[in-house]
């Protein structure tokens, strides 16, 4: 996908998506910065990145300007449906000798990149870089149907895990030196092929790879055009040699085949389990931790809250103020500049903000008020772009210290609050601490 289409995708988001304008400066930025375990916000400080984006710009942009929630609430969402194993039995794999045919290229490790060139009727038009991703027996991903729920199900979105396949993936970058006659190259030009089966790539997939870029390469010679081949491939052909097959459009055979997979055991199938919803179990928790409660106050945003007294806040420490982070455990300081990774809910004020956008959906969002000001919250989940991972979860509040929240080129002081999830993280834990965060900031209250 060239950065143009991106660009337009970007342009055409769906509800709850930022605006593309300011995404690519937040990925930029994301991209130079360290990430924390638990708190996506927490590296956007102003001790940790020059540009000066802290937790709360972020916050603030994906929560301000949403339209209200949109689907349901946490504790009515459905539970995350899980996916039972698939065994495969599989034979010894034949040596390279035995595989690769004639004039055949091996693409059977991850890693390997080769380049060929990019043909058309009149010779070649350009080269084609190629490179072997590792096979999965799921995917983290985003697939366009996703984007186009009016409700979407964070159980079953964002992740592939279909039992009866596994996946096969090329990293694919189109470099032209002309314009190609026909008009026409992309994903269409390639094939997997196995025994008698022929299976195209996934076309639904975010980023995967345009089916025709030919429109966009009128008088674009030198750039280029890139994006991913993912093959959803039956477990049945585990045991046989698979072959990527390009054939562009000019030509009525393959131009180049390459092995990309002897027989053998496919990858595991796995199944990648989103937050739910609250369960009664875990808001019983919640509440019982409040039944015995204490306090803290942070003295540079005036405010108090009531936490649960099993658990740990900060002393001043750095540019933190006290009664910043919040933690089920005991946790040390190694950097006074870095969220400490057993943080599960971090409060960060901040003076002067501006509303900054990131690539992001929206599962659910609304305004309501906290400590009589008013107040956006929301759940996200990312979609890739640098700043969020694939199917992290982050869950917030920003509240507006002025009376107002900011927008667009409206500077104004903020509040925000959040929690978040990383995928190798244990979903019930976020969804705890989110439990915990919404009973934080009921209690929240300002000085006078």
């Known amino acids: 996908m060239s950065d143009d289409q991106i660009r337009e995708y970007l342009r055409s988001r769906p509800q709850g998506q930022p605006p593309p304008e300011l995404a690519d400066a937040i990925s930029r930025a994301a ?31 994906i929560l301000v300007g949403q339209d209200p929630i949109v689907g349901p609430g946490p504790s009515e969402r459905p539970s995350p449906t899980s996916t039972p194993d698939a065994s495969v039995v599989s034979r010894p794999s034949p040596t390279p000798a035995e595989s690769i045919g004639a004039g055949e290229s091996d693409l059977t490790q991850a890693g390997t990149q080769l380049t060929i060139p990019a043909r058309d009727t009149e010779g070649s038009w350009g080269s084609i870089s190629i490179e072997r ?17 009016a409700n ?32 026409r190259f992309g994903a269409d030009d ?14 639904e997939k975010l980023f995967a ?12 010679t030198n750039d280029t055009f890139f994006g991913t081949l993912t093959f959803a491939v039956p477990r049945s052909l585990a045991d046989v040699e698979l072959r990527l097959a390009y054939q562009p459009a000019s030509d009525d055979a393959p131009a180049w085949v390459g092995l990309l997979r002897r027989p053998g055991a496919a990858p595991e199938t ?20 409040f039944a015995t409660p204490d306090t803290c106050t942070n003295p540079v945003a005036g405010y108090t809250v ?23 455990v005991f946790f040390e300081v190694e950097d006074p ?24 959906v929206a599962l659910r969002n609304e305004q309501t008020e906290v400590g009589g000001r008013p107040t956006f919250r929301a759940e996200y989940v990312g979609v890739g772009g640098g700043f969020m991972d694939i199917g992290s979860f982050a869950y917030g509040y920003v509240v507006g210290m002025d009376g107002e929240l900011p927008g667009e080129g409206e500077p104004g002081a903020v509040l925000a609050a959040t929690a978040s999830w990383a995928v190798e993280e244990e979903p019930e834990a976020y969804r705890l601490a989110t439990a915990i965060l919404d009973r934080i900031m009921g209690s929240l209250v300002f000085d006078e």
């Open 31 to 61: 991209d130079a910065t360290p990430q924390q375990r638990r708190s996506w916000f927490a590296p956007f400080v102003p001790a940790a990145i020059g540009l000066g984006l802290t937790a709360v710009v972020i916050v603030a942009a």
């Open 133 to 149: 991703l590792p096979d999965a027996g799921g995917l983290r991903t985003i697939v366009r149907a996703d984007l186009d729920e």
């Open 152 to 183: 979407p199900d964070p159980s079953t979105l964002y992740f592939v895990n279909d039992p009866d396949m596994f996946y096969l993936e090329i990293s694919i970058e189109y470099r032209a030196e002309r314009e190609p006659d026909p008009l």
């Open 190 to 203: 390639w094939v997997l092929q196995g025994g008698s089966e022929t299976i195209a790539s996934m076309d």
């Open 209 to 220: 790879m345009s089916r025709d870029f030919g429109p966009a390469a009128a008088d674009l």
């Open 270 to 289: 796995f199944v990648m389990a989103p937050p739910g919803p609250i369960t009664a179990e875990q808001a019983a928790i919640a509440a019982a931790l």
């Open 306 to 328: 009531t936490f649960p007294d099993d658990w740990y806040t900060n002393t001043a420490i750095g540019s933190w103020p006290a009664c910043s982070w919040f933690s089920p």
């Open 337 to 360: 500049d870095v969220v400490p990774a057993e943080v599960a809910i971090v409060i960060t004020y901040e003076p002067e903000v501006e509303a900054i956008g990131m690539p992001s």
